[in-house]
């Protein structure tokens, strides 16, 4: 009996192994366009596929609803599943490793934001392929999108700087209502606000402003709290910041201007998924230059250690507020993309579960990481969507699952991780990589 | 003039006066060496001229400019650079990232540099990272560049307290008790840096000690503190035969 188990596991120990092995050598490139073509096949024979399978439609979000409503489908859901996305990504993949890692080799001859421009051009190919599906599914990837950015910058205070910052929400708000405003005021012939001052077509160029503005607003109200509370550390950060949440959204209930507590409404249509993706990238962008260079390691030195920053030089008072405020700007810009996506908003969406579900995402993803803000924010906006058929038991399962990950990962899953895009985009073979390494020394 | 001066320095802790009346002169490219018992006051004293307190009483100058009651970070960049007595490292940052972390106050591309990653910053980094090579290079773990403090043994972990301290140019350098905790061959080596840093910088040194022997070979003149209060100053030979000394450290109406 026992040798038999031991059996069973040196072979799947082996299967492990050589799966390892012949995927090990997969360039991202390789990986997205394998995406690419899985996504063009649904797109195509999605649909029969699914009814020759008995399925009722294609499924959304990788079936779960599907299977959670009724159980008897999980074999022809994951049957779909395999068919369209595990089996033809990972034949691609495989099959064009060798010609992706000598196109990735020689992309590195160029500049690399050539190439990064490159990879960051097929996953949006694939993303738009995938969303163009149905409405649902762009509307579930554009707030995925807008809950990265906000893992993002929430990861930047916590998990960067080591402080606990409970405002995000409030710097939503702040962000959504300030874009919300600029928007309807120029473009919108509203009951609140009256004729539009601009004509319509100008308002996809002054989007960016908007969003800007709302960005520069959450920031100002960052500096109320960034100046009485960084006068130290500890937990004052926690409790006032919290106060700011209730404060902004209790404010914005009695601001009868911006509807109280009924919202604001007819945003015009601006955060299209294409915007949206390139806010992103922006964010991710700019915070990973930051946390990488000296001035935001910096923060780490702050969190690890503030006496002994301050003895090297490092002016920690400056340090805190500007991060802080680096992050309610990016909070602002997610609220106004937020706005712009529902083209609707009420205060009541800016409380207490917006804050656990942020701070979920960051301590899932991964403390002091970029990477784990990706993956937290990705993976339990999307959880959250999946599991919504469960209604209440979804409020059990993902805290449920937060628990493990504190049990078992106490930073969460990517933690202190560095995001480093030239090797992301390297090719993957020892021979291409030499050969790229050679060009670039020389 | 005096490189560092120290004129009449007092703090009290609520009403316990842990430094009374201390005065110091320390000239270009001197080393010196403060010891006392425990709980002497040592320690504050560094606290108090790096600026993590603010003396009661007192003045101190660095090359004549008056650097009392500024924050820590602004008379590190005007040349005081430490090391401390347990060793405040941070860590989750690699020993490279502590060196180039020192040069803080000197990085020119700002946010905008740091926010978007300019071609300037690129220089600069480059610029810092060469530099934070050459001194670990002096203190002997450039080898050790990438590793998370965490992995490094204690005698490393100590060197890299001096090549940090180091990279923000100071022109006196206090350590505090960095042989603590030291095996006798570690304690050698110790020593030799010490010795080394100086000689290529040409920093003046201040040292705090347990161990008489270090500071005894590295330094030329040496104060003696007890209960906050300077009781002998001298050469390490005088200092050994004051009476007021083996006081303090053995007890009154000891017979040896």
Avoid at chain 1, 125 to 151: D, F, P, Q
Avoid at chain 2, 130 to 149: C, D, F, P, R, T
């Amino acid at each position: 009996m026992n040798e038999e188990y031991g059996k069973i596991i040196g072979i799947t120990h082996s299967i492990k192994r050589k799966a390892r092995s012949l995927f090990s050598e997969v360039p991202l490139l390789g990986w997205l366009f394998g995406m690419l073509i899985a996504v063009i096949l649904e797109r195509y024979v999605g649909e029969a596929l699914a009814e020759s399978l008995g399925l009722s439609k294609i499924p959304m979000l990788f079936g779960v609803v599907m299977m959670l409503k009724n159980p008897l489908m999980i074999p022809s859901t994951v049957l779909y599943l395999f068919t369209i996305f595990v089996l033809p990504i990972s034949v691609v993949a495989r099959l064009i490793s060798g010609p992706a890692n000598r196109v990735a080799a020689k992309l590195l001859d160029l500049p690399i934001l050539i190439s990064v421009i490159i990879h960051i051009g097929l996953l949006y190919a694939v993303l738009y392929l995938w969303s163009e599906a149905s409405a649902y599914r762009v509307l579930t990837l554009k707030l995925t999108l807008i809950a990265v950015i906000l893992t993002l910058s929430l990861n930047v205070v916590n998990g960067y700087m080591g402080e606990f910052s409970c405002s995000h929400p409030g710097f939503m708000a702040l962000g959504a209502y300030a874009a919300s405003v600029f928007t309807v005021v120029l473009f919108v012939d509203d009951k609140l606000f009256g004729h539009a001052l601009l004509p319509a077509a100008l308002a996809p160029f002054m989007f960016p402003i908007a969003l800007i503005i709302g960005g520069i607003v959450a920031a100002f109200g960052a500096l109320v709290i960034a100046i009485p509370s960084f006068r130290t550390r500890g937990d004052y950060l926690a409790i006032i910041s919290l106060a700011f949440m209730f404060i902004v959204k209790s404010m914005i209930e009695n601001l009868e201007v911006v509807g109280g507590p009924r919202g604001l409404s007819s945003q015009p249509d601006l955060a299209s998924l294409p915007t949206v993706f390139i806010w992103t990238v922006a964010c991710i962008w700019v915070t990973n230059n930051f946390v990488r260079s000296t001035m935001g390691k910096a923060l780490n030195a702050v969190r690890d250690d503030e006496v002994a920053a301050n003895a090297m030089t490092v002016n920690t008072r400056r340090t805190k507020i500007t991060a802080f405020l680096f992050a309610a700007f990016w909070a602002g810009v997610a609220g106004g993309l937020f706005a712009h996506v529902l083209r609707y908003v009420n205060p009541g969406t800016f409380g207490l579960q917006k804050l656990a579900e942020v701070l979920a995402m960051v301590y899932f993803g991964g403390l002091n990481s970029v990477y784990g803000s990706i993956v937290g924010g990705v993976s339990l906006s999307m959880l959250g969507e999946a599991l919504r058929p469960l209604e209440i038991f979804k409020w059990i399962i993902i805290p449920l699952l937060l628990i493990l990950i504190m049990i078992y990962r106490p930073t969460g899953l990517v933690a202190f991780k560095e995001f480093n895009v030239g090797k992301l985009v390297m090719p993957k073979n020892k021979s291409d990589q030499r050969k790229s390494d050679g060009a670039a020394s020389g | 003039m005096a490189l560092l001066r120290v004129e009449k320095m007092s703090h009290e802790f609520g009403g316990l006066r842990a430094v009374n009346n201390y005065s110091l002169e320390i000239e270009k490219g001197q080393i010196r060496g403060l010891i006392g018992p425990n709980g002497a006051g040592k320690t504050t004293i560094f606290n108090l001229i790096t600026g993590i307190y603010k003396p009661t009483e007192g003045e101190i100058y660095l090359e004549g400019k008056k650097i009392t009651g500024l924050p820590p970070n602004q008379i590190a960049s005007h040349g005081l650079g430490r090391t401390f007595q347990n060793m405040q490292l941070w860590r989750h940052m690699s020993v490279l990232e502590h060196v180039k972390m020192a040069r803080y106050s000197r990085i020119t591309y700002g946010l905008f540099g740091a926010f978007f990653g300019t071609a300037k910053r690129q220089r600069e980094e480059e610029e810092i990272e060469e530099m934070a090579y050459s001194l670990l290079k002096m203190v002997g773990i450039a080898h050790l560049a990438g590793q998370i403090i965490l992995n490094l043994p204690y005698g490393a972990q100590r060197r890299v307290e001096i090549a940090r301290a180091l990279a923000t140019e100071p022109k006196v350098l206090f350590l505090d008790e960095p042989t603590a905790g030291m095996n006798p061959e570690e304690l050698i080596q110790m020593m030799e840096i010490v010795r080394k840093v100086h000689k290529n910088l040409g920093l003046a040194i201040f040292l705090i000690e347990h161990r008489l022997k270090v500071v005894m070979e590295l330094c030329e003149i040496i104060q003696t503190l007890n209960f906050g209060q300077v009781i002998a100053e001298g050469t390490p030979e005088e200092i050994q035969n004051d009476p007021k000394v083996i006081d303090a450290y053995l007890g009154k109406g000891t017979v040896i």
